[in-house]
């Protein structure tokens, strides 16, 4: 990797580097954005980050939109999931930024011994950093969070008031409710019969019940054998030594969000065909926490024929999300479901100003 300048900023909690030089990058629509790297320290690791900037100057700093990652072990693009977004937020005049999830591409520490405060501590100490960023404007700094970020921003915004929050398919019970709810789903979808399903969850209680308890690897990995004989194994919470300590730490820490924290300005979106999140029910019970805390600047919306991570598919299941993805690699403008795009940068003009 070539670096041809970096400054070295050092201020209290954290440590930040900029690389320059980075060329710019066009677009499929000939826009522009540009690249620079970005290191700052979270619970004592060195997490590597990239902002990314709109072409031109901004005379008071460009409004930055943090990316928060869903779980599992993410690299700062989402495996290039997020390129399409940053183009068209860029476009619209907005920064982003995003990292690598410790232990995941350049960044030092274990993503899977990370409970959901530490995660908060990460976008903590990556508001901290970048407003002090000379391209970006500290009173316009917002998040964009997805799946399991929906436990993250609302620790955030505890002790942080973002400009602005969207959160994408972002769930309001616990991440065990939201896996039985998950098994369903998907279990049914996928024709599973009554018994089956109700033998997935009855499963998944005895991972949660063993971790509770205390219970060793070795436990975990004989409650997997005893489920392989069946066909919606496949379906269930599964694998080595690093999932297992995962769900210690989520197991452990199992809490629904506390929404009454959200008083920024809100846009929440769900897809209609999640087959992990309940739309609906989630939906409103956004809708019912906002109005309890007077939060008056909120919009919510299902969008249809979206699935989980609002690709346009019409049955919510894996396989289609992924043909999706694949078939318009090169024309990401047709992998998401329509209006999805259009409804977070409409929304987010208000805020470019």
Same mark, same amino acid.
């Given at each position: #990797? ?6 070295l ?8 580097? %900029?690389t320059k030089?980075?060329p710019?990058?066009k ?5 522009t954005?540009?690249e620079?790297?970005?290191?700052? @320290? ?8 990239k902002?990314i900037?709109?072409?031109?100057n901004?005379?008071?700093? &460009?409004?930055?939109i943090v &990316? ?11 495996s290039?999931n997020?390129?399409y977004l940053?183009?068209?937020f860029?476009?619209?005049g ?6 690598d /999830?410790p232990?995941?591409?350049l960044s030092t520490?274990?993503?899977?011994k990370?409970?959901m405060a530490? /995660?908060?501590d990460? %976008? &903590?100490r990556?508001?901290?950093a970048l ?5 970006? $404007?500290?009173a ?5 969070g ?5 436990? =993250?921003?609302?620790i955030?915004?505890e002790?942080?008031h ?5 959160? %994408? ?10 896996e039985?709810? /998950?098994?369903?789903?998907?279990l ?5 019969n009554? $018994?089956?399903?109700?033998g997935?969850?009855?499963y998944t209680?005895? =991972?949660?019940d063993?971790i ?7 436990d ?5 054998k005893?489920?392989?004989q ?6 269930? +919470?599964?694998g ?17 969000p ?10 929440? @979106? ?9 739309p609906?029910?989630?939906?409103e019970?956004?809708?019912?926490? #906002?109005?309890? +805390?007077?939060?008056?600047?909120? *919009?919510?919306?299902?969008?249809n ?8 598919n019409?049955?919510g299941? /894996?396989?289609e999300?992924?043909?999706?993805r694949e078939?318009? *690699?090169?024309?990401?403008a047709k +992998?998401?479901a329509?209006?999805y795009l259009?409804? #977070?940068?409409?929304?987010l003009?208000e805020?470019?100003?």
């Amino acid at each position: #990797m070539k670096i041809t300048a970096f400054t070295l900023l050092i201020s209290t909690g954290f440590i930040l580097v %900029v690389t320059k030089g980075y060329p710019q990058h066009k677009t499929a629509s000939g826009s522009t954005y540009t690249e620079e790297e970005l290191i700052f @320290i979270s619970e004592n690791d060195s997490i590597y980050g990239k902002l990314i900037l709109p072409g031109g100057n901004a005379e008071n700093g &460009f409004p930055l939109i943090v &990316f928060v990652h869903g779980s599992g072990p993410e690299d700062y693009s989402s495996s290039g999931n997020y390129n399409y977004l940053w183009e068209q937020f860029t476009k619209a005049g907005f920064a982003c930024f995003s990292w690598d /999830r410790p232990g995941v591409g350049l960044s030092t520490g274990s993503w899977y011994k990370r409970s959901m405060a530490d /995660r908060a501590d990460e %976008v &903590f100490r990556a508001i901290e950093a970048l407003g002090a960023h000379k391209d970006i $404007d500290p009173a316009r700094i917002g998040l964009w969070g997805i799946s399991q970020a929906g436990w =993250v921003i609302p620790i955030v915004a505890e002790q942080y008031h973002p400009a602005f929050v969207i959160c %994408v398919s972002c769930p309001v019970t616990t991440a065990y409710e939201q896996e039985t709810y /998950r098994l369903r789903s998907e279990l049914a979808a996928e024709g599973y019969n009554h $018994d089956d399903i109700e033998g997935a969850i009855a499963y998944t209680a005895s =991972v949660r019940d063993l971790i509770l308890a205390g219970g060793s690897f070795e436990d975990f990995n004989s409650l997997q054998k005893e489920v392989d004989q069946y066909e919606w194994s496949s379906f269930v +919470i599964s694998g080595g030594e690093v999932v297992f300590n995962y769900l210690k730490v989520i197991f452990n820490n199992d809490h629904a969000p506390s929404l009454d924290s959200l008083s920024s300005p809100l846009l929440a @979106i769900w897809g209609e065909n999640d087959l992990l999140v309940p739309p609906r029910a989630s939906a409103e019970k956004y809708q019912k926490v #906002m109005q309890a +805390i007077n939060n008056q600047s909120v *919009r919510i919306e299902i969008i249809n024929d979206a699935d989980h991570t609002l690709t346009y598919n019409n049955s919510g299941k /894996r396989a289609e999300t992924n043909q999706r993805r694949e078939s318009f *690699r090169e024309d990401p403008a047709k +992998i998401f479901a329509p209006g999805y795009l259009d409804l #977070m940068l409409n929304w987010l003009r208000e805020f470019s100003d």
